[in-house]
T-cell receptor, first 119, second 109 residues
């Protein structure tokens, strides 16, 4: 149980386009989803926390107009990288937290990640 | 400040050798600590949480509040243990995980 599906797994696009990444909790309701960015051989950097039905909370230094987050339902959150440029190329990972996460054996369940390459 | 430090970027050992991946934390309250593993091209997986005090794939980790450490240990490393290992701290009631920088474990045959 507690599977998180992230789509697409890999996307290559031209500079200036916008890219949408989906994160779905398949068998549980995720009141909170987290979006991370990971550079090669580096740690996960939390970008934002999204709560269902409310605006996302962004970490310091993350441009909210560049990285649009929507969490419209208890099973889906999306991250849109707007007007993407080569410096936005990275590995983006989402995770989802169950409503009563302290009763769960894991605080967050992670997706497979999306490799974004901007040409 | 809430912080997790993994001092070693790379740890390289031979198969059968003991392994210890270091993790130190800084947290004002009662910490909840985890070890995650990321195998090549796979998702991040929970390996251990300190609360459960379990042993997974031969790995153990003990919380030492005096030394603010949560080192990951395995007595005999296997080649399939080669992966990236992250120590993480759960921050209060927000559910945010604070990750260390990660340590790449390379087990040579």
């Amino acid at each position: 149980g507690a599977v998180v599906s992230q789509h697409p797994s890999w996307v290559i696009c031209k500079s200036g386009t916008s890219v949408k990444i989906e994160c779905r909790s398949l068998d549980f309701q995720a009141t909170t989803m987290f979006w991370y960015r990971q550079f090669p051989k580096q740690s996960l950097m939390l970008m934002a926390t999204s709560n269902e039905g409310s605006k996302a909370t962004y970490e310091q230094g993350v441009e909210k107009d560049k990285f649009l987050i929507n969490h419209a339902s208890l099973t889906l959150s999306t991250l849109t990288v707007t007007s993407a440029h080569p410096e936005d190329s990275s590995f983006y990972i989402c995770s989802a937290r169950q409503k009563f996460f302290r009763n769960s054996n894991q605080p967050q369940h992670f997706g497979d990640g999306t490799r974004l390459s901007i040409l | 400040a809430q912080r997790v430090t993994q001092p070693e970027k790379l740890l390289s050992v031979f198969k059968g050798a003991p392994v210890e991946l270091k993790c130190n934390y800084s947290y004002s309250g009662s910490p909840e600590l985890f070890w995650y593993v990321q195998y090549s091209r796979q998702r991040l997986q929970l390996l251990l949480r300190h609360i459960s005090r379990e042993s997974i794939k031969g790995f153990t980790a003990d919380l030492n509040k005096g030394e603010t450490s949560f080192h990951l240990k395995k007595p005999f490393a296997q080649e399939e243990d080669s992966a990236m290992y992250y120590c993480a701290l759960l921050s209060g009631n927000t559910g945010k995980l604070i990750f260390g920088q990660g340590t790449t474990l390379q087990v040579k045959p």
